[in-house]
């Protein structure tokens, strides 16, 4: 026993859109817009969800037949600006449907549909003709909009059967056939022995003359005198002034 309820909400991948045609000969404006704002926001179907684009295609035909009440023809007035200062631009509706014939009916929807981004992708979904032809006729006897299209099954590649084998061809017997007698060779002639190439020999390279032993700075060096000799030659004394008046002055011959 289910004790609670699913609410199973559709995919926009999942969701199959179609086309409708409209003749607008002898239709109300007003009457005929809302009819197409329903269809364009998807208010018809079982699974219309706000904030997807669950709506259909819409095509309108006979745009200028449409109909209206009491004296709109002269009375309704569109305007619109340049955006230049003082290029204010009205028209009746008797001079729209003159020129564009279309847009009355696709301003009239766009009155109706969501203003924001996907009310603008709803809007491109209507198309309107002023004539009885339209170029959507693929499309309207497929039924299907821009539907995304179900991957088809693999299917298995069936298995041939094998070739049979054919069957083997006997070979005709072949005549055997008599070996000749292999002619003899002319004898070779006698190859002369091959010359034998002299090289020079190379020169025995002279052993390197051993270079002199570089002299070192203890070998340069002067030597000291040795202690023994310091020893017999005694170094000479230092005359003072003192020994130099013991000697007294000396004679003027001297």
């Not at 026993?1 to 699913?6: I, N, T």
């Not at 704002?37 to 095509?59: E, T």
């Not at 497929?142 to 298995?156: D, F, I, Q, S, V």
């Amino acid at each position: 026993m289910q004790l609670y309820r699913e609410t199973t909400h559709t995919k926009s991948a999942d969701r199959v859109y179609q086309w409708h045609v409209i003749d607008a000969d002898g239709e109300r404006l007003g009457r005929l817009a809302s009819r197409i704002a329903v269809v364009l926001m998807g208010k018809d179907k079982p699974d219309y969800s706000r904030h997807q684009l669950s709506g259909d295609f819409v095509i309108v035909v006979n745009a200028v037949k449409v109909a209206f009440s009491g004296n709109k023809r002269a009375q309704k007035i569109y305007y619109r600006h340049t955006g230049y200062i003082g290029h204010l631009r009205e028209r009746t509706l008797d001079e729209m449907m003159d020129k564009f014939p279309t847009r009355v009916i696709e301003q009239a929807v766009k009155g109706m549909l969501p203003r924001n981004r996907l009310g603008r992708q709803m809007l491109r979904r209507l198309k309107v003709y002023a004539e009885a032809e339209h170029p959507h006729e693929a499309q309207v006897r497929a039924g299907l909009g821009k539907a995304k299209e179900e991957p088809a099954a693999p299917t298995r590649a069936r298995r041939q059967p094998a070739a049979k084998a054919a069957a083997p061809v006997e070979a005709p017997e072949a005549e055997p056939q008599v070996a000749e007698a292999p002619a003899e060779a002319p004898a070779a002639e006698a190859v002369a022995p091959a010359r034998r190439r002299t090289t020079r020999r190379a020169a025995p390279k002279a052993p390197k003359a051993k270079a002199a032993p570089k002299k070192t700075a203890a070998a340069t060096r002067r030597k000291a005198p040795a202690a023994k000799d310091a020893v017999d030659s005694p170094a000479p004394r230092r005359r003072t002034r003192r020994a130099a008046a013991s000697e007294g002055p000396k004679p003027e011959g001297e």
